[in-house]
């Protein structure tokens, strides 16, 4: 009798678990709450280990000597003891041996389309950025959200930040923007764009690139 009470609680039990609706995971998850940027970081591989060495990183689409740089390269980079982020990996970006370099990539949203249109997605574009000692170089990260046909809806931007900014110290501080995603928004276009100032190697530093959306609860 025991048994059989109990086989009839477990039965009713699996019955009803089963009759609660599981929302399944559309492709447009994806999109929310996690950074949209591939290697944002600068780690995917080996970074430069020196002022002359160029190392592309992967995932971006890059002009100029754009390269990943590791974290104590030798030309007095800054090291994994400079200001920056606490959770820094070994690389950075920075912009090599020329006046001015880029570094980009698009990332599609038309999986997220309904949501967008809807109203509601809010980005944080953030990034560190930093350069070297009295030195102007300087980076700066921009977002771009387009449309289907390619047409520019929005914009926003963090950085440069220059010297003075820095207080003359070699290493990175964090940056932020944020804002609403426009509706009709199908595709956001990260670029970083480092410029040199003064010397012969572009200082222009940046990492942690990160782009989020968040979808209204």
Same mark, same amino acid.
């Given at each position: 009798?025991?048994?059989?009470?109990?086989?009839?609680?477990?039965?009713?039990?699996?019955?009803?678990?089963?009759?609660?609706?599981?929302?399944?995971?559309?492709?447009?998850?994806?999109?929310?709450?996690?950074?949209?940027?591939?290697?944002?970081?600068?780690?995917?591989?080996?970074?430069?280990?020196?002022?002359? /060495?160029?190392?592309?990183?992967?995932?971006?689409?890059?002009?100029?000597?754009?390269?990943?740089?590791?974290?104590?390269?030798?030309?007095?980079?800054?090291?994994?003891?400079?200001?920056?982020?606490?959770?820094?990996?070994?690389?950075?970006?920075?912009?090599?041996?020329?006046?001015?370099?880029?570094?980009?990539? #698009?990332?599609?949203?038309?999986?997220?389309?309904?949501?967008?249109?809807?109203?509601?997605? #809010?980005?944080?574009?953030?990034?560190?950025?930093?350069?070297?000692?009295?030195?102007?170089?300087?980076?700066?990260?921009?977002? #771009?959200?387009?449309?289907?046909?390619?047409?520019?809806?929005?914009?926003?931007?963090?950085?440069?930040?220059?010297?003075?900014?820095?207080?003359?110290?070699?290493?990175?501080? /964090?940056?932020?923007?944020?804002?609403?995603?426009?509706?009709?928004?199908?595709?956001?276009?990260?670029?970083? #764009?480092?410029?040199?100032?003064?010397?012969?190697?572009?200082?222009?530093?940046?990492?942690?690139?990160?782009?989020?959306?968040?979808?209204?609860?």
């Amino acid at each position: 009798m025991i048994m059989r009470s109990f086989f009839s609680v477990v039965c009713v039990a699996f019955v009803l678990a089963a009759a609660i609706p599981v929302r399944a995971q559309t492709p447009s998850d994806a999109l929310f709450g996690k950074n949209l940027v591939v290697n944002g970081d600068a780690e995917a591989g080996t970074g430069a280990s020196s002022d002359s /060495q160029i190392v592309k990183p992967s995932g971006w689409t890059t002009t100029g000597e754009f390269t990943a740089v590791q974290y104590g390269a030798s030309g007095g980079f800054p090291d994994k003891t400079s200001v920056g982020s606490s959770d820094r990996g070994n690389n950075f970006f920075a912009g090599g041996n020329v006046a001015t370099s880029t570094a980009s990539q #698009t990332i599609d949203l038309s999986a997220g389309g309904s949501t967008i249109d809807a109203g509601g997605v #809010t980005f944080v574009l953030s990034g560190w950025l930093g350069g070297f000692s009295n030195q102007d170089d300087s980076a700066t990260v921009s977002v #771009t959200f387009l449309s289907g046909s390619g047409a520019v809806l929005r914009a926003a931007t963090i950085g440069p930040l220059k010297a003075a900014d820095r207080k003359d110290v070699t290493g990175f501080f /964090q940056r932020k923007a944020m804002g609403a995603v426009p509706a009709q928004a199908r595709s956001a276009r990260v670029v970083i #764009t480092a410029t040199r100032f003064a010397g012969r190697y572009n200082d222009a530093y940046s990492d942690d690139i990160s782009l989020v959306l968040a979808k209204k609860s």
